[in-house]
């Protein structure tokens, strides 16, 4: 079946480890999106990418990293710097970031800090 | 920056019709969507519009007006298991490299039997 896999569902990391969290597509899509949630809050774009070996930094990109090395992966490392990584995080894919193609959503991972 | 405004909390009865609205500022639109999102899950699409009127889909349908800087989406027919939150989201030029969503604080909607 065609879709987006995040993993894990439920993290919990200890203050000041980095942790990495896993988004994987088989829907071809060229573009790739991480995103947090908060409670109250609506979503907020961390990075994002167009194409492989290239990604942008979107609102909120102090404290992660990302990399996308093939077209169906786009991992987002949450990094001992990001003073708040409590949330629910997202990851999107589309068919082209140019476009006015929708983005597709994976079931996200709730990264809780101990 | 663009700002998105749509209610906080919506409470209707099973059976009815609920419009959820949202007013947006963008300086370069190029479409708007609504997610329909169940505690804990992602978010799930439901529509799009690019132009001007409105986009029917079965019980759900959406309106935009681009001079106004408005849509809603309009639910018919309410089922308890439409209870969620509804976000609205405008596709702008985010940057040079491309597009992004920039999403709404969402709507949470309770539908009571």
């Known amino acids: 079946d065609g879709g987006i896999t995040q993993s894990p569902k439920y993290l919990f990391r200890k203050e000041g480890q980095n942790v990495t969290l896993s988004c994987e597509q088989n829907l071809n899509h060229d573009a790739m999106y991480w995103y947090r949630q908060d409670p109250g809050q609506g979503l907020r774009l961390i990075y994002y990418s167009q194409i492989v070996n290239d990604f942008q930094k979107g609102d909120i990109a102090e404290g992660y990293s990302v990399s996308r090395e093939k077209k169906e992966s786009f991992p987002l490392t949450v990094t001992s710097a990001q003073k708040n990584p409590t949330a629910f995080y997202l990851c999107?894919?589309?068919?082209?970031?140019?476009?006015?193609?929708?983005?597709?959503f994976g079931p996200g991972t709730r990264l809780t800090v101990l | 920056g663009q700002n998105i405004d749509q209610p906080t909390e919506m409470t209707a009865t099973e059976g009815a019709i609920v419009q959820i609205n949202c007013t947006y500022q963008?300086?370069?639109?190029?479409?708007l969507f609504w997610y329909q999102q169940h505690a804990g899950e992602a978010p799930t699409f439901l529509s799009y519009?690019?132009?001007?009127g409105l986009e029917e889909k079965g019980r759900f349908s959406s309106f935009l007006s681009r001079s106004k800087g408005y849509s809603y989406l309009l639910l018919k027919e309410l089922q308890m298991k439409d209870s969620a939150s509804y976000l609205c989201?405008?596709?702008?030029?985010?940057?040079?490299?491309?597009?992004?969503?920039?999403f709404g604080k969402g709507t949470s909607l309770l539908v009571t039997p």
């Open positions: 989201a405008v596709r702008d030029r985010y940057s040079n490299s491309g597009y992004a969503l920039n």
């Open positions: 999107a894919s589309g068919d082209r970031g140019f476009s006015t193609d929708t983005q597709y």
């Open positions: 963008t300086s370069g639109f190029n479409g």
């Open positions: 519009n690019v132009l001007d």
